[in-house]
């Protein structure tokens, strides 16, 4: 149980192109996703908070409009990164807390990230 | 600010030999720890901690928690090739009011174990 799945794992885009990022909690319903952006040998830094049914909440420093969530379902996030410029080229990780399971909600199940390469 | 702090930061042994990964925290309104491995892709959940002094325990990695002396360790015993990762060790705020629940990480330790 508790599988996130990410889709594209692998993308390359052209300088000023969107790239949209989705984000899916497989075998349980997420009213809570994060997204986090990992570089090369650095730990994980939270983005946003992605709220099912509202706003996302952006951590200080990182740009909402360039950055757009959407949660539009119990089961689905997405991230688009609008106009790319290759300072976005990361790894980006989305997580899910699993509400039914493990304690209470408070374990987040990562997806397997997708590396973003903006040339 | 919640604070976690991982050591050591990076750690090389050879198979068979166990290992021993702490993680302290400072945080208010503690509720549980986390530990996760990274490989190449995303962090792959280990244990959820939540009370002092029991052990969790699965194949040859187990972990315990010091809510006293605000820590925990993560160990490996026996350890394969297979077992080089980083380990990360995280905090969950408190859910509620404008909080998810969003995690705070510590440095992460980079184990590597040669054949």
């Known amino acids: 149980g508790a599988v996130v799945s990410q889709h594209p794992s692998r993308v390359i885009c052209k300088s000023g192109t969107s790239v949209k990022i989705e984000c899916r909690s497989l075998?349980?319903?997420?009213?809570?996703m994060f997204w986090y952006r990992q570089f090369p040998k650095q730990s994980l830094m939270l983005m946003a908070t992605?709220?099912?049914?509202?706003?996302?909440?952006?951590e200080q420093g990182v740009e909402k409009d360039k950055f757009l969530i959407n949660h539009a379902s119990l089961t689905l996030s997405t991230l688009t990164v609008t106009s790319a410029h290759p300072e976005d080229s990361s790894f980006y990780i989305c997580?899910?807390?699993?509400?039914?399971?493990?304690?209470?909600?408070?374990?987040?199940?990562f997806g397997p990230g997708t590396r973003l390469l903006v040339l | 600010e919640d604070k976690v702090v991982q050591s050591p930061l990076s750690l090389v042994v050879h198979e068979g030999d166990t290992v021993t990964l702490n993680c302290s925290y400072e945080?208010?309104?503690?509720?549980?720890l986390l530990w996760y491995k990274q490989e190449k892709k995303a962090p792959t959940f280990l244990f959820m901690l939540?009370?002092?002094?029991i052990e969790k325990k699965s194949g040859r990695l187990s972990s315990i928690l010091d809510k006293k002396e605000l820590f925990s360790i993560l160990n490996i015993t026996a350890t394969q090739t297979g077992d080089s990762a980083v380990y990360l060790c995280?905090?969950?705020?408190?859910?509620?009011?404008?909080?998810?629940?969003?995690?705070?990480f510590g440095q992460g330790t980079i184990l590597t174990v040669h054949p």
């Open positions: 075998d349980f319903q997420a009213t809570t």
């Open positions: 939540t009370s002092s002094g």
């Open positions: 992605s709220n099912e049914g509202s706003k996302a909440t952006y």
């Open positions: 945080v208010t309104n503690f509720r549980s």
């Open positions: 997580s899910a807390r699993d509400y039914a399971t493990s304690g209470g909600g408070e374990t987040q199940y």
């Open positions: 995280a905090v969950p705020d408190k859910a509620g009011g404008t909080s998810y629940g969003k995690l705070t």
